[in-house]
């Protein structure tokens, strides 16, 4: 899939193509230099000597070449979409995103370029917004736009948003992030660009296995890899050593050695226990998460953490293993329970309030932005695991809720989802904020009514025995040194991290 950047001259093509291309792990190509090489002639000279017709067709014939190749970023030229045999080449094989900007802006940028464009000095502002007036219903046309007047980090990211395409660079080789909806029947494809190697173990859980296994080892062996599937019983109960051996011994009799690849199909129990086979298989082999719950796009199967429970508590035992290649397909999310679905929808709700109010008020009204959601959504994790891969600071922000939820979830002998459990905690550590002064006031209602809205429970269920959580939570492996540390929400939008808790019993009560 290739990147071409749009707009007027002087909206930031080249300089932001060629950070763009950067932050993807990707080619960068500027269009017009392309086929002045084409040419062996300025474009300038090309048009006054020969004529227009004669540049556009180059235009055309270099556009050709480009989407042949393999994917990169493309500045384009300020007109070059105008033929409609080039836009539709371009939106064959590629995404457009359109620069926008104003004429002042364009002005004020261009005049420092005089030199290289004469033409354009003397009344530039009046010719710019002359060239934009004629081009409106064209530049308006073009659906992925970002507002290119910003600060440059600033445009990058939200281009990176916008496309639901990212690179992580903080573990490992780096590996790209992209949501793409129908994309799991393109996986063969997209392993293949990345060298990955057969032979493939499919994991999939018993829901997830009859909906989409088949269509996930059809676009495999559709592109020449050779595939087996291992189907794992679903559910949490099941996140433990036995179903990783399963795995193990999976992986030997499909032939697999630390040069093939593990595929998880399937929610964040899949893509633990997955990425965990895959981190200990003959020393570790590579492995890739196609997420299918919302909880595991967003979260589970990004960053890199793998493994499995023990009876005495979640998670006690893993690796941090980064896959090759996350794709995430919403499609997906069609045949996700409804229930899981709104558990989901509760760890969203954590990444809004940790670092994006308008994810928060999106969640709102979650079913009609489900794309949007799992896009902003993966971005909150992904800014996070960049800054802090192993967890030695902000990262821990992703623990909201989670000291509380866990034990929650673990005491209600998994009668609570994760997301649900992970609600109520978020609840339960607003208050505590509350108490302590770290929260603005208020903030627990505001938590509370978000879940409420959504059908999700806000209390401890008075069934489970508050000693229980209390001793659960002391085993939980984010005490350190005996000390429970929790992230702890500030507003909407902020987090403070590493607080201890003294007496935590009257804090919960
Ligand atoms: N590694 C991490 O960083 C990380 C982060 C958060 C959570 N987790 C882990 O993730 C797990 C929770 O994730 P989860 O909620 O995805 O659990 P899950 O994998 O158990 O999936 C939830 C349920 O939905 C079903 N399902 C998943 N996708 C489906 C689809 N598209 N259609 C129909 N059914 C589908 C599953 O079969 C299962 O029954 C926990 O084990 C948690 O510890 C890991």
Known sequence: ?????????????????????????????????????????????????????????????????????????????????????????????GKIIFLET???????????????????AGELKEKLTALLEKRKEHYDSFPLRVNATREKNQIIWDIQRKLGRFHSRSMGTGYDIIIQEGGIDNIGEMLKERDLRGPILLVSDSNVAPIYAERVLNALKSTGYSAQQSVIPAGEANKTLETVSQLWRAALNAGLDRKSTIVSLGGGMTSDLAGF????????????????????????????????????????????????????????????????????????????????????????????????????GMAVKIKIIEEDPYEQSIRAALNLGHTIGHAVELVSGFELLHGEAVGIGMVAEAKIAEKMGIAEKGLATIIADALVALGLPTEIPQHLPLPDILRTMQTDKKKSAGVIKFALPVKVGKVKVGVEIENLENMLN
């Open 1 to 93: 899939m290739h990147i071409f950047l749009y707009g007027a001259s002087g909206s930031g093509k080249s300089t932001l193509g060629k950070e763009l291309a950067h932050a993807l792990n990707l080619d960068f190509l500027d269009l017009d230099a392309q086929i002045e090489i084409d040419l062996n002639d300025s474009i300038t000279n090309t048009i006054a000597i020969k004529g227009e017709k004669v540049f556009r067709d180059a235009e055309t014939a270099a556009l050709k070449n480009i989407v042949r190749d393999k994917e990169n970023v493309v500045a384009l030229g300020g007109g070059a979409l105008l033929r409609e045999q080039n836009r539709t080449l371009a939106e064959k094989d």
């Open 102 to 120: 104003d004429a002042e802006t364009l002005a004020e940028r261009l005049s420092k370029d005089k030199n290289k464009r004469p033409l354009l």
């Open 277 to 376: 086979a895959a981190a200990t298989f003959m020393r570790g082999c590579n492995w890739v998460a196609l997420p299918t719950s919302l909880l595991a796009m967003v979260d589970a199967s990004m960053g890199g953490k793998t493994g499995f429970d023990l009876p005495e508590g979640k998670n006690l035992v893993g690796a941090f293993y980064p896959p090759r290649l996350v794709l995430a397909d919403p499609e997906t999310l069609t045949s996700l329970p409804k229930r899981e679905l709104r558990s989901g929808v509760a760890e969203v709700l954590k990444h809004g309030i940790i670092a994006a109010p308008k994810l928060f008020n999106l969640c709102k009204n979650y079913e009609g932005n489900l794309p949007e959601i799992v896009r902003r």
